[in-house]
């Protein structure tokens, strides 16, 4: 028999060894050895190899334990850090926002400068217009009056029988003739005052025509820029808000699958403090049978017991370094107070863009007028502004999340009054699927349904109120619903056991997120997210090989 415990011992210490899978029924098999072998005793071989087993628990075994924990705690870190480099390229891409909305700007203001100048040319071409028209009519008319003159000249001279040697016909038309040349100098001076207006007028007509034309190409540059502009903006926010979802569904994933393995490395640990314990017994009494008679065997094993309560985090009685950080994904940077402010991290507000009524009123709202037909010689025309030409459509970007690890939900209490079929186990892979939040802390030992900060009230069909409550969110949610308050996504095994019935929020018998109940391959979890995880240096493609890396690079626990 004690040949047989020998080798079931000697196996169970060789499996603690092989991996992370082994692990817990290896340290359980153990336990019961240790047990069994302070019941009936051990031969000296078997007691030499409970001091090697202690030797193997104390120098590798713990220590692989440790070591998986820092390693985790690194990759979590690690995981954490990728929302810092996403604000530090937030604010690299607020500089390019930032540069355009300057580049906007002064193209604004040499737009309405320009557009100054021109009314102030349409002016002056309007008033010359008007004046050459003054002096034309003055022409038309000091003509229209040497014209008459004319007339009365030819009826004088021209009808029949009409003698121009008679002394008084002279006499007549010798002031009629001298009013006629008087006349003819009024008519050449309207004309030349007409002729010296007209290039004048052409002149001014050209220096509107080269006003207006650089007018309109700064009007046509600057609605580009503000075009550019708002594209960028578009762009900056698009590359923040996907490459914050991805490395938020990486982290929530990480977490979970983590924290279930805080939760096992703890549970190892305490397990073999009490195999640890077990062992120094075994080594004590030197392969004797404790005395069965008064009970030795029970006192011994019960002694050892105790160390299940033992406070892992603490540093007095347990290992602080079983139990990780979890910091909380950071809230989305505010957006930046002003458009000439968008500097370091913020998030661009998006800007009217041309040809919008806001966009239109602020750039050409103040803008000179421009005459407007009909036109006369008292309202000549001007050069009209061109149409505003509209930026290709732009949506603004919102947050979203990205699709994430897998999900599956459950039926909230399956102790207590559940009913067959009653949301069975569902593996749910769309993005927009929902349930409600029920949260394990990360030893398992208590459940939360209510209180967590955002969550809404609920009246209770029988007058009471349960508050904070989550109902009807994504896999994605609930992960950063539990997450933010320091706990899990529960376990299907958990739910099983009725742990979270009676909890609150009358989730009993809704469909509560739950993971696979296995602490599987997280790896594969995250791989999920890297088919949309481009924009971050590659994506989450990778990141369990950081893991790993990590953990090779991990200091030796002693």
Same mark, same amino acid.
Not at 296 to 310: A, F, K, Q, S
Not at 335 to 342: G, I, L
């Given at each position: 028999?004690?040949?047989?415990?020998?080798?079931?011992?000697?196996?169970?210490?060789?499996?603690?060894?092989?991996?992370?899978?082994?692990?817990?029924?290896?340290?359980? @098999?153990?336990?019961? +050895?240790?047990?069994?072998?302070?019941?009936?005793?051990?031969?000296?071989?078997?007691?030499?190899?409970?001091?090697?087993?202690?030797?193997?628990? !104390?120098?590798?075994?713990?220590?692989?334990?440790?070591?998986?924990?820092?390693?985790?705690?690194?990759?979590?870190?690690?995981?954490?850090?990728?929302?810092?480099?996403?604000?530090?390229?937030? @604010?690299?891409?607020?500089?390019?926002?930032?540069?355009?909305?300057?580049?906007?700007?002064?193209?604004?203001?040499?737009?309405?400068?320009?557009?100054?100048?021109?009314?102030?040319?349409?002016?002056?071409?309007?008033?010359?217009? =008007?004046?050459? &028209?003054?002096?034309?009519?003055?022409?038309?008319?000091?003509?229209?009056?040497?014209?008459?003159?004319?007339?009365?000249? @030819?009826?004088?001279?021209?009808?029949? !029988?009409?003698?121009?040697?008679?002394?008084?016909?002279?006499?007549?038309?010798?002031?009629? =003739?001298?009013?006629?040349?008087?006349?003819?100098?009024?008519?050449?001076?309207?004309?030349?005052?007409?002729?010296?207006?007209?290039?004048?007028?052409?002149?001014?007509?050209?220096?509107?025509?080269?006003? +207006?034309?650089?007018?309109?190409?700064?009007?046509?540059?600057?609605?580009?820029?503000?075009?550019?502009?708002?594209?960028?903006?578009?762009?900056?926010?698009?590359?923040?808000?996907?490459?914050?979802? +991805?490395?938020? +569904?990486?982290?929530?994933?990480?977490?979970?699958?983590? =924290?279930?393995?805080?939760?096992?490395?703890?549970?190892?640990?305490?397990?073999?403090?009490?195999?640890?314990?077990?062992?120094?017994?075994?080594?004590?009494?030197?392969?004797?049978?404790?005395?069965?008679?008064?009970?030795?065997?029970?006192?011994?094993?019960?002694?050892?017991?105790?160390?299940?309560?033992?406070?892992?985090?603490?540093?007095?009685?347990?290992?602080?370094?079983?139990?990780?950080?979890?910091?909380?994904?950071?809230?989305?940077?505010?957006?930046?107070?002003?458009?000439?402010?968008?500097?370091?991290?913020?998030?661009?507000?998006?800007?009217?863009?041309?040809?919008?009524?806001?966009?239109?009123?602020?750039? &050409?709202?103040?803008?000179?007028?421009?005459?407007?037909?009909?036109?006369?010689?008292?309202?000549?025309?001007?050069?009209?502004?061109?149409?505003?030409?509209?930026?290709?459509?732009?949506?603004?970007?919102?947050?979203?999340?990205?699709?994430?690890?897998? !999900?599956?939900?459950?039926?909230?209490?399956?102790?207590?009054?559940?009913?067959?079929?009653?949301?069975?186990? /569902?593996?749910?892979?769309?993005?927009?699927?929902?349930?409600?939040?029920?949260?394990?802390?990360?030893?398992?030992?208590?459940?939360?349904?209510?209180?967590?900060?955002?969550?809404?009230?609920?009246?209770?069909?029988?007058?009471?109120?349960?508050?904070?409550?989550?109902?009807?969110? /994504? &896999?994605?949610?609930?992960?950063?619903?539990?997450?933010?308050?320091?706990?899990?996504?529960?376990?299907?095994?958990?739910?099983?056991?009725? /742990?979270?019935?009676?909890?609150?929020?009358?989730?009993?018998?809704?469909?509560?997120?739950?993971?696979?109940?296995?602490?599987?391959?997280?790896?594969?979890?995250?791989?999920?997210?890297?088919?949309?995880?481009?924009?971050?240096?590659?994506?989450?493609?990778?990141?369990?090989?950081?893991?790993?890396?990590?953990?090779?690079?991990?200091?030796?626990?002693?």
């Amino acid at each position: 028999m004690r040949a047989l415990l020998f080798a079931t011992t000697l196996g169970t210490a060789q499996s603690l060894a092989v991996g992370a899978k082994s692990k817990k029924p290896a340290i359980q @098999a153990l336990m019961e +050895s240790a047990t069994t072998m302070l019941k009936n005793g051990a031969t000296p071989a078997v007691v030499d190899f409970a001091e090697e087993t202690l030797g193997e628990i !104390g120098d590798v075994v713990i220590p692989a334990i440790l070591n998986e924990s820092i390693s985790d705690q690194q990759f979590i870190r690690s995981l954490y850090s990728r929302f810092e480099a996403i604000r530090a390229t937030l @604010a690299d891409n607020n500089q390019e926002v930032f540069t355009l909305n300057a580049e906007e700007q002064t193209l604004s203001g040499e737009h309405k400068g320009c557009r100054d100048i021109e009314a102030e040319r349409c002016q002056g071409k309007r008033e010359c217009e =008007m004046e050459m &028209y003054r002096r034309w009519t003055s022409w038309v008319t000091e003509e229209g009056e040497l014209r008459e003159i004319h007339d009365w000249i @030819a009826g004088h001279f021209c009808p029949p !029988g009409t003698n121009g040697t008679l002394h008084t016909f002279r006499v007549q038309s010798v002031p009629r =003739m001298e009013q006629y040349m008087a006349q003819k100098l009024v008519v050449d001076q309207a004309e030349v005052h007409y002729d010296i207006q007209v290039p004048i007028c052409n002149d001014a007509h050209l220096h509107l025509d080269q006003q +207006s034309a650089a007018c309109n190409s700064l009007q046509t540059q600057l609605e580009e820029k503000a075009c550019a502009h708002a594209q960028k903006i578009n762009d900056v926010l698009n590359t923040y808000y996907n490459d914050f979802a +991805s490395a938020e +569904s990486a982290y929530h994933c990480a977490v979970q699958e983590i =924290m279930e393995l805080e939760r096992d490395r703890k549970r190892e640990w305490i397990t073999l403090q009490v195999v640890n314990c077990l062992l120094e017994r075994v080594r004590e009494q030197n392969g004797v049978p404790c005395d069965t008679a008064n009970g030795g065997v029970t006192e011994e094993v019960g002694v050892c017991e105790e160390r299940h309560g033992l406070a892992v985090c603490s540093a007095e009685e347990g290992e602080p370094r079983l139990c990780l950080e979890y910091p909380a994904v950071p809230e989305h940077p505010p957006f930046c107070p002003a458009r000439d402010q968008v500097i370091g991290i913020c998030r661009p507000t998006p800007n009217p863009t041309p040809c919008c009524g806001a966009w239109e009123e602020l750039e &050409y709202g103040e803008l000179p007028p421009v005459p407007l037909p009909p036109f006369s010689e008292i309202n000549p025309g001007c050069n009209a502004y061109p149409a505003c030409v509209h930026c290709p459509e732009i949506v603004t970007p919102e947050p979203h999340a990205m699709d994430s690890c897998p !999900g599956y939900t459950v039926d909230g209490c399956l102790t207590s009054n559940a009913e067959a079929g009653e949301h069975p186990l /569902t593996f749910v892979r769309d993005l927009g699927g929902t349930a409600d939040v029920r949260c394990c802390s990360i030893d398992g030992d208590s459940c939360q349904s209510q209180d967590f900060e955002g969550g809404v009230d609920f009246l209770t069909p029988n007058g009471g109120t349960h508050t904070q409550c989550y109902f009807g969110v /994504t &896999y994605q949610e609930a992960m950063a619903v539990c997450h933010s308050a320091g706990k899990r996504i529960c376990s299907n095994d958990e739910m099983q056991e009725g /742990t979270c019935c009676n909890t609150g929020c009358w989730h009993n018998h809704h469909a509560i997120w739950v993971d696979s109940g296995e602490v599987s391959d997280a790896r594969a979890a995250t791989a999920i997210v890297a088919q949309g995880a481009a924009g971050i240096q590659g994506g989450t493609a990778g990141i369990w090989e950081d893991r790993d890396q990590l953990s090779q690079d991990a200091p030796q626990q002693d």
